[in-house]
């Protein structure tokens, strides 16, 4: 592994080749784009962040029965530092795995990843079909619908804002901000 720890390269490797289907990969960027504007907003590692946005699904089209574990296996095998397997797991916690997101990345992970469903699922049905012009009133407004995008857990993205101490209005709006630099490749940048 170059400098001893994986870098975009890498994380992309892995995950094209576990991943077929364009919705797994498409949800991968969006999760990489928002980790790297939260971490870029902290002033922290945001190539690291963004690396383990890209792989924290990897095992989910394969693997769904054993989604988390299977990720571990995949990168403790490809010799992945603990650091990054930890946070990977940490996002399955309560449902998958007992890790409990502890660091600042760890507990961004866990609130944003079902967030960036509703913000995406919200952008397709505005005329625009975009991101790029969107407002946090308008994921609020369908946040409360709850048959919208009814797979996207409420409950969670609220005990994820709540671990990090900020409202779920500020982790909407740094969600909209992130998707916006990948807004291309999420196919969600509309006609604007
Ligand atoms: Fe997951
Ligand atoms: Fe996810």
Known sequence: MAEG????????????????????????????????HCARKRGEDEEKWGVIGLVHDLDYEQYPEQHCQKTEEILREAGWPE?????????????????RPESEMEKVLYAIDELTGLVAATALVRPSKSVM?????????????????????????????????????????????????????????GGI
Not at 10 to 27: D, P, T
Not at 83 to 99: D, F, K, N, P, Q
Not at 144 to 163: H, L, N, S, T, Y
């Open 133 to 189: 012009d969107m407002k946090v009133k308008s994921v609020k407004k369908k946040w409360k619908e709850k048959a919208f995008a009814a797979g996207v857990d409420r409950g969670v993205i609220e005990k994820g804002a709540e671990m990090l101490g900020v409202s779920v209005e500020e982790l909407i709006e740094d969600t909209i901000m992130g998707m916006r630099e990948a807004a291309d490749e999420l196919g969600l940048k």
């Open 83 to 99: 650091e990054y397997i930890r946070a990977v797991m940490s996002h399955g916690w309560g449902l998958r795995t007992e890790v």
């Open 5 to 36: 720890r994986p870098g975009r390269e890498e994380a992309m490797e892995l995950l094209k080749r576990y991943n077929k289907g364009e919705g797994l990969i498409k949800h991968a960027l969006a999760v990489e784009a928002v980790m790297r």
